[in-house]
T-cell receptor
């Protein structure tokens, strides 16, 4: 079974500072990797995804993530945090193979707080 | 393009009562998922449908939870009888059939069992 570990349940940054949210996965097959954001009382919104090709993936709202196979990581970054980035972020892996391909396995989430 | 629609958004029930949640996926999406998100945790898959067939319900507590997707479009998730630990957000999601396609989520149905 595949799994996802997000290091740090809470991350706090100042407005304008670098955002780094860490995600490591375990997978026996090449994974498809996703980052979702969840604002209070809302569902999940896709930020970006990696399937194949370029390992540096750009998403919405200035976020990007790099797939590093050797490190089994897919960390999310943004050069300059904005107050509107405050939310909970989830890393997820797409299980391949069998009849339940397409199913997402999520990490436990990281709450991002942005200070003025 | 309309998103995934869910109702009701909020529900409070007493333990041992029943509740049902409805989901309408994005038009043309063959795959439909129900996830349970307990406060402070990531979503966990309860059941996955491909058209109107179940392809994964290994995490569904079948003694109290049931789900159906008649005609391969709308879906209903039912809990009967509810327990306190069922308090969670129930997220419906849909995607096209192919691996790696984006899974789109609805806004969720928030259940509180008292």
């Amino acid at each position: 079974a595949q799994s996802v570990t997000q290091l740090g349940s809470h991350v706090s940054v100042s407005e304008g500072a670098l955002v780094l949210l860490r995600c490591n996965y375990s997978s026996s097959v090449p994974p498809y990797l996703f980052w979702y954001v969840q604002y209070p009382n809302q569902g999940l919104q896709l930020l970006l995804k990696y399937t194949t090709g370029a390992t540096l993936v750009k998403g919405i709202n200035g976020f990007e993530a790099e797939f590093k196979k050797s490190e089994t990581s897919f960390h999310l970054t943004k050069p300059s945090a904005h107050m509107s980035d405050a939310a909970e972020y989830f890393c997820a892996v797409n299980e391949a193979g069998g009849t339940s391909y397409g199913k997402l396995t999520f990490g436990q989430g990281t709450i991002l707080t942005v200070h003025p | 393009e309309a998103g995934v629609a869910q109702s009701p958004r909020y529900k409070i029930i007493e333990k041992r009562q029943s509740v049902a949640f409805w989901c309408n996926p994005i038009s043309g999406h063959a795959t439909l998922y129900w996830y349970q998100q307990i406060l402070g945790q990531g979503p966990k898959l309860l059941i996955q449908f491909q058209n109107n067939g179940v392809v994964d319900d290994s995490q569904l507590p079948k003694d109290r939870f049931s789900a159906e997707r008649l005609k391969g479009v709308d879906s209903t998730l039912k809990i009967q009888p509810a327990k306190l630990e069922d308090s969670a957000v129930y997220l419906c999601a849909s995607s096209r059939q192919n691996l790696g396609n984006t899974i789109y989520f609805g806004e969720g149905s928030w259940l509180t069992v008292v």
